[in-house]
């Protein structure tokens, strides 16, 4: 089974058990794949979390009643949607239609307008992605720099670190002029982790108030270069990564090491100049 057939079987899955008991193991399991590799995976292809994408769905079946003709009471509503309280419904409503399920019953309208958002996607043209020759092995540094927990509904909040990052260097201790963008401490379940935009550092040097060190170990590689072609680089790396996880490596027959993965951006790195380049490190067992 292709990679794009077991999402599809997934996808087909949650849509007939939408209000069963699902879970990134019992999903992961419907895709044959182990819960780490499909929760990267599942975001690489379709472009959310696995439970972001559930609560969407359940959310957008909320919202068709909520327009039908004869609309529940929100209390009927949410149990019907596996809710223990209205409140609770209400919460995660709120955060696909930034709207009040109240309010979404009220002006319909801008409810249908925001179903169509919802239910629509983005075409992104294809990366210039290639895999470099090789493991690489870098040993243990320090990158220090601004961070943030990045969940289904704040990924804008990435690119903002960058610029308020280049306001206070260079920082005491600093090595260089190469950027990293780090990610860690993924959470399988929620399709969250923390990133990091920052500068490798000496060990040990004090930091401004705010930033955060964090110390990265010993490790092998393989690394994928992403060539910019002098558009917008948000989608251009999201791209990117749909290939990385979703296409590349399901078929590389690598063994994937969970930890911490991280983009390179060269000390001469320009983000409008068409020919810069971006190296993105998976970490891998050692073979």
């Not at 079987?9 to 999903?27: K, Q």
């Not at 003709?69 to 019907?80: I, N, Q, S, T, Y």
């Not at 903002?160 to 260079?170: D, E, S, Y």
Request: net charge neutral; glycine share 10%.
């Amino acid at each position: 089974m292709s990679c794009g057939e077991r999402f599809d079987h997934v996808v087909r899955h949650i849509d007939a058990n939408l209000f069963e008991d699902l879970s990134v193991g019992g999903l992961a399991a419907v895709a044959g794949l182990s819960a780490f590799h499909f929760s990267r995976l599942f975001t690489a292809q379709i472009g959310e979390s696995v439970m972001s994408h559930v609560r969407r769905k359940r959310m957008l079946y909320a919202a068709a009643r909520l327009l039908g003709d004869r609309p529940p009471g929100l209390a009927e509503l949410a149990f019907d949607c596996g809710f223990e309280s209205q409140e609770a419904f209400t919460r995660c409503f709120k955060q696909i239609f930034s709207v009040t399920p109240g309010r979404f019953k009220r002006d319909v309208a801008q409810s249908q307008a925001m179903m169509e958002r919802e239910m629509s996607t983005t075409t992104v043209a294809k990366p210039n992605l290639r895999l470099l020759d090789g493991t690489t092995r870098r040993g243990a540094f320090t990158v220090a720099g601004l961070s943030a927990r990045i969940e289904g509904d704040n990924k804008q909040v990435i690119p903002t670190l960058w610029p308020r990052l280049a306001q206070q260097l260079p920082l005491a201790g600093q090595k260089g002029r190469a950027g990293y963008g780090v990610c860690w401490a993924a959470d399988l379940k929620e399709g969250s982790f923390n990133y990091l935009a920052g500068v490798e550092i000496e060990p040990g040097t004090a930091l401004p108030k705010g930033f955060t060190a964090l110390p990265i170990p010993a490790q092998s590689y393989r690394v994928f270069r992403l060539t910019l072609d002098g558009g917008e680089i948000h989608p251009q790396m999201k791209a990117a990564a749909q290939e990385i996880w979703a296409e590349r490596l399901p078929t590389s027959g690598w063994k994937l090491k969970s930890g911490i993965d991280f983009e390179f951006y060269g000390e001469e790195f320009d983000p409008t100049a068409a020919g810069a380049v971006i190296d993105i490190y998976v970490p891998v067992e050692e073979s």
